[in-house]
């Protein structure tokens, strides 16, 4: 049973992490079009979002099973290196007070004005306009979750893991949305993004090494402890780059 | 056609943004194979080259990205 978490949790935890995140940045826009349009277009363009998705899991999942084992590895790994130190770098700049900090509530209040103009200039579409953002956030947010999902599931056949980690985010997010009615701009999303960054970058190592015939000591196991590098890394590199504007201080 | 535009530039904004980060753990994805190529014996060089080489990298990114500010 520990053996069997210690191969499922990374995953889980990845896919789940992962997707909270982008599950709070499509809930977002998904409450601004409720704010300035009402919830019909809004649930509309979701649910549209939501149906094209799951036409695309259903047209391209049954596909990966004929790409060999080791080429697919690869190709999951290195889109999970770009994917995973592109997430991480961004999280240590913004920890490290280089780039500012994503902010929901700016975001939800972007979104809104942007809205509201285009209610000024087409009052007539408006209907259809507040449906395609909806649509567009759930979409392309969600397209970064299938993503997250095959490449950390896909390659040791954890698929179903790695959905059910994903699924339970994307439902807690969007139960507390709904509850609530306002975007999560309490969560730590840096935070979140710096240890999915450190997984998926873990992850991208170890699935790239397998690809190219690499045996790692420890087997699964060795995610965890790169993990513990990049993430030793990423501390580092905050301090690093912090250091430069502390001593500019008087 | 927007929307599927959007779609696609979204989709490789997933994984290029800063393109000189991108194209150095692609070198060092090349470099590791090269190893894997070359040195089949000690498979373990490749991993360590693959390792190292993406940790080295992510620090540079930063480094360049603080000196820039």
Not at chain 1, 95 to 105: F, K, S, W
Not at chain 1, 132 to 159: D, M, N, P, T, Y
Request: contains cysteine; hydrophobic residues 65%; proline residues 4%.
């Amino acid at each position: 049973m520990i053996a069997d978490w210690a191969h499922i949790g990374p995953v889980v935890t990845a896919a789940f992490l992962a997707s909270l995140v982008e599950a709070v940045e499509a809930l977002t826009i998904v409450l601004a079009v409720a704010t300035v349009r009402g919830w019909r277009p809004a649930a509309l363009g979701a649910i549209a979002g939501l149906g094209v998705l799951a036409l695309i899991v259903a047209g391209l999942g049954p596909l990966l099973g004929y790409v060999p084992l080791h080429l697919l590895q690869l190709a999951i790994g290195v889109l999970l290196l770009l994917f995973g130190m592109r997430w991480l770098r961004k999280a240590i700049l913004r920890a490290a007070g280089i780039i500012a900090l994503h902010d929901e509530a700016k975001a939800f209040a972007a979104e809104t004005a942007e809205l509201r103009e285009q209610v000024a200039r087409h009052a007539a579409r408006l209907d259809w306009l507040a449906t395609l953002a909806s649509f567009k956030a759930v979409l392309l947010e969600g397209l970064e979750v299938v993503f997250i999902v095959i490449a950390v599931g896909a390659g040791r056949g954890l698929l179903v893991p790695a959905s059910a980690g994903a699924l339970a985010a994307c439902l807690l997010v969007a139960g507390f949305g709904f509850a609530v009615h306002r975007p999560l701009a309490r969560v730590p999303e840096n935070a979140l993004k710096f240890a999915v960054g450190v997984m998926l970058s873990a992850f991208g190592v170890f699935w790239t090494g397998e690809g190219l015939g690499v045996a790692w000591p420890g087997a699964d196991l060795a995610i965890v402890g790169f993990a513990a590098l990049f993430l030793l890394a990423g501390l580092g590199a905050v301090s690093v780059a912090r250091r430069p504007r502390a001593e500019a201080l008087p | 056609m927007n929307t599927v535009g959007a779609a696609l530039r979204e989709l490789l904004g997933l994984f290029v943004d800063d393109g000189a980060l991108a194209a150095e753990i692609l070198a060092v994805v090349m470099l590791a194979a090269a190893a894997a190529a070359l040195v089949p014996d000690v498979p373990l060089a490749a991993g360590a080259i693959l390792l190292l080489g993406c940790l080295g990298v992510l620090m540079a990114s930063v480094a360049r990205a603080a000196r820039r500010r």
